[in-house]
């Protein structure tokens, strides 16, 4: 994957929630047909330090991949970048979390893990990516910052302790024959797989209190437990939070009326 292509899909699928930008999809064995006409690009939030620069091109999540099962997993419902979604209506707001109590746990959104005074786009301020190209070092330079700063990513330590409920995408790490036993979830389509990981901050390492059956990696979860502030290492990310999930299920868009 190249170096803008993996700048642009970091910050635009992880970071700037509410558009409708996918990461181009790239594969060396084997290039996709150049488009007609340029696809339309999501507007994008005024003064984004990136706006304009990823291009935007829609891509189905599994093109050019060489993670089995990924596509299977999702059915194609998702695309990389793609947050869950308010209701099967709503296709251009991501999620966004009622605050209300649902058998004990408190429905929250992704952004409550951040503090509220970091800034997870300072590794790309000044840069103007539609400037540089490929092999430009500073784009190498930018990755590579971002990545360390996205992993060393501080935390809310006002959530340790609470008992949350919130959806994403599962990361598998640890399975017992069919059954999932340990997880990574993500805010969003692809990451850890397509992508770079998110920042730490948006990582739970989840353990299931009992192995969980018929969930593979990029399906879309509720899960509900006592979240913490804990830091964990794997191959596929840093994570800053834990959980011991007592329920996992299926997602399905909440009712935000």
Same mark, same amino acid.
């Given at each position: ?37 340029? %696809? @339309?690009?999501? &507007?994008?939030?005024? #003064?984004? =330090? ?6 935007? +091109? !829609? ?93 060393? %990513? @501080?935390?809310? &330590?006002?959530?340790? #302790?609470? =008992? ?6 599962? +990361? !598998? ?85």
């Amino acid at each position: 994957m190249k170096n803008l292509y993996w700048i642009g899909g970091i910050v635009a699928a992880g970071l700037l929630v509410g558009t409708g930008v996918r990461l181009m999809a790239h594969s060396e064995a084997q290039a996709a047909p150049a488009p007609t006409a340029p %696809a @339309p690009q999501a &507007a994008l939030p005024p #003064g984004a =330090p990136l706006a304009g620069a990823v291009p935007g +091109v !829609s891509a189905r999540a599994d093109a050019g991949s060489t993670v089995p099962g990924v596509a299977a997993a999702s059915s194609g419902q998702y695309q990389v970048g793609d947050h869950l979604q308010q209701s099967a209506t709503v296709t251009d707001k991501p999620y966004q979390a009622s605050g209300k109590m649902v058998n004990g746990y408190q429905e929250i959104a992704w952004e409550s893990l951040i503090p509220k005074d970091w800034d997870p786009m300072a590794p790309f301020k000044g840069l103007k990516l539609d400037q540089l190209t490929d092999d430009d070092p500073r784009a190498d330079a930018a990755l590579w910052k971002a990545k360390k700063y996205w992993k060393d %990513a @501080p935390v809310d &330590a006002s959530m340790e #302790g609470k =008992p949350v409920r919130l959806p994403g995408f599962v +990361v !598998s790490l640890d399975r017992e024959g069919e059954a999932l036993k340990e997880f990574l979830l993500v805010p969003y389509f692809g990451a850890c797989i397509h992508v770079p990981p998110p920042p730490a901050n948006q990582i739970i390492h989840v353990r299931s209190t009992k192995a969980i059956k018929n969930v593979r990696t990029m399906d879309a979860v509720w899960i509900s437990g006592v979240i913490k502030v804990e830091r964990s290492d794997s191959s596929m990310g840093a994570a800053s939070y834990s959980m011991k999930a007592v329920s996992v299920e299926p997602y399905q868009a909440p009712d935000n009326s």
